[in-house]
């Protein structure tokens, strides 16, 4: 019963993982390196690919400037390693920029489920070595990105793009590198901030630490609001790199803060089904699954915005975005494009649209987990027609992404237990145990 | 027709929350809450269903989609066709923006009005106020009493509560 004096004492409890949980998210890993050997000899055998068709393909869009990448197997492996760390850091940033916003906005009902958010941000770091190792690796054959091709931007070179020379201004290696670890280092940088403020305060209490940790989460938030579109053009849009659209960053940060929400009301129920959280009631999973249901939403007017612009003007250099992922490569990448939208948009909103099913475990499990597998294929759509072309393939792909599953959970996990999960000196604590929806 | 209303009057909400439920133990019906500002978990002591406005802004909605998708494909598509952009005639991508306004136009219109009208807060000469002071500073609990109504025992029950005082008024129209 929703009373107001009525006082619970609130003790810290410590997550604890077990070594069959480890033993799990290894096995997860092993299917993962398993899945990558099988699609790497399948692609050596030629096995599940269209290279003759696609070559074809590949050859007649870019003409004159085509250049030969590495071995299919091994451009596959590159790409999906940028693909899957770009998606895997994005949702750990989201972590930060979750506790940022209910700091900002003195939320109160989100303090039970905010050691979640977290520990999502353990990947911040070694995402930022990972995407300089995989650029620095893709520099070889230039597998990822057109413009990095030596002379594209020098007139009389036989790889001379005017288009591309155009954008050297931004697009040139040192801004590049220098954007790359600024925005992923500022954003660790005040992932450990607002955790460090959040640790002190559950050793002395006070509200000093709350204070504080607003001032940090605000100047975040203004700091991610101008890094995370820009962010979104390096890794994402300038794979293709002639076309550009001003919605991509709005439409990439919704992609990762929807799939950052998943995540957190995944780990919250998953922890809370494993005896975990027992504070946790129907009103926060209620209000989790109002945040992904509205960012579903959110999702698909910002998809929408940009598509039916781009639609609507049929501007060649602006079209050729849809004109491959619609029909174009053999319309290979067709199922795909709808598919997006029925498991990004159509599933959650049919099935979160009552109160109940915002309620109920097994309702937010199965759509966070559709959303999570949702947006990792909306970015493999954002990426695989504009580097694989024709020759994209999924065991190898998938066989990353459960490389990178495995060990994203594992350090998820690590700073999950390495704190109260309840911060028992929050000033809003008691007022996220009494939360009602 | 005119109604009669005790009214217990209280200081603080939270002993108002848990008179409420006291009250309602005790076997009396309570006809109405007034107070100042929305008070958490009074509608799970008060015991009231939820709401069925859900379902009537369902169908405001889809109301307002089929007047948009029927306004654009008569207008745009059979009375007056004209060539825009190159686009067919019945377009549907373009059609999304104006519908999705249109059903949120009528759904919440609907939803308000609807509203208004079975809490009877659309605009009136008089309007009816048990005690004014709930739009105030106090909190205000009114049961409904007729003439076999045992007066003192329900102002014993509403004082054993915390009420700061019990009242009684007749109101018509209500």
Known sequence: MATLTHQESVTAEYLEVTPGTRKNFMLIMVAGVVLLVVGIIMSMMGIGAHHEAGAAAHGAAHGAAEHHGSAPWLKRLIVSLWHNNVFFTGVASIGTVFVAIQYVAYAGWSVLVKRVAEALSAWLLPGLVIMIVVFGISLINHDIFHWTLPGIMEKGNENYDEIIAGKSGFLNMPFYLIRMVLFLGLWAFFTKKLRDLSLAEDLNGGTEYFHKSINVAALFLVIYAVSSPIAAWDWVMSVDT???????????????????????????????????????????????????????????????????????????????????RLGGFNGQYTWMFFGNLAINFVFPFLVLMTRDAKRQMIMLKIVSIAILIGHWSDFYLAIMPGTMKAENGFVIEIGVALIFLGAFLTLMTKRLSQASLVPIHHPFLDESIHHTT | MTKRFALGIFDDEDVLLHAVENVREAGVKIYEVFTPFPIHGMDDALGIERSRLPIAAFFFGLTGLCFALWLQIYTLGFDWPMIIGGKPHIALPAFIPVSFELTVLFCCHGMVITFYTISKLYPRWKTPVLDVRSTDDKFVVAIEVNENTDMTKLTQLLRDNGASEVNQKEMSKF
């Not at chain 1, 990439?252 to 975990?276: E, H, P």
């Not at chain 1, 009103?283 to 639609?311: N, R």
């Open chain 1, 242 to 324: 002639h076309w550009f659209s001003t919605m991509f960053g709005w439409y990439i940060f919704a992609s990762w803060w929807v799939s950052g929400l998943a995540a957190i009301t995944l780990c919250t129920i998953l922890l809370k089904q494993a005896g975990y959280l027992r504070w946790v009631k129907e009103g926060h999973l209620h209000d989790l699954g109002k945040f992904m249901f509205g960012f579903s939403i959110f999702w698909t007017y910002v998809w929408f915005s940009q598509f039916m612009l781009i639609w609507y003007a049929n501007i060649p250099e602006e079209s050729v975005y849809f004109n491959q």
